[in-house]
């Protein structure tokens, strides 16, 4: 079981947040869809993110999205520049995380000199 730290002030406060939000225990179903989740809070975010009406609109090119994550994604991956992760052998930097992991697992540490071509033409 994934260990999660919440701060609380109060132990009745702890509890009631335990109880409904870490609670994982059963088969859960959604009512329209019939999917089934192990907890509360992800048949919330579930109902939220595919049964309801909120619409998330890019303000930069008008895409609409059910989920803020799915719109956060779409801005970070097509509108923006930053490369926050980097492989900590050959530098090599990327958008997500899971691509720079899937990228560790293989690197020699050796730069490839089309890469650095590609930087330079992209930048001028």
Not at 37 to 58: P, Q
Not at 96 to 113: F, I, M, R
């Amino acid at each position: 079981m994934k260990k999660v730290s919440c701060l609380f002030f109060s132990f009745r406060t702890t509890i009631k947040h335990s109880l409904g939000n870490h609670n994982c225990q059963g088969d859960i179903r959604c009512t329209v869809c019939n999917k089934t989740f192990r907890c509360k809070r992800s048949l919330i975010r579930h109902m939220s993110e595919m049964h309801g009406n909120e619409k998330h609109e890019c303000n930069i090119c008008g895409c609409n999205f059910k989920a803020k994550r799915g719109l956060r994604d779409h801005i970070k991956f097509s509108h923006s520049e930053s490369r926050d992760y980097s492989c900590g052998k050959c530098g090599r930097t990327y958008k997500w995380k899971k691509s720079q992991q899937k990228h560790e697992q293989n690197c020699t540490g050796a730069v490839d000199p089309t890469d650095e071509m590609i930087m330079k033409l992209l930048k001028e």
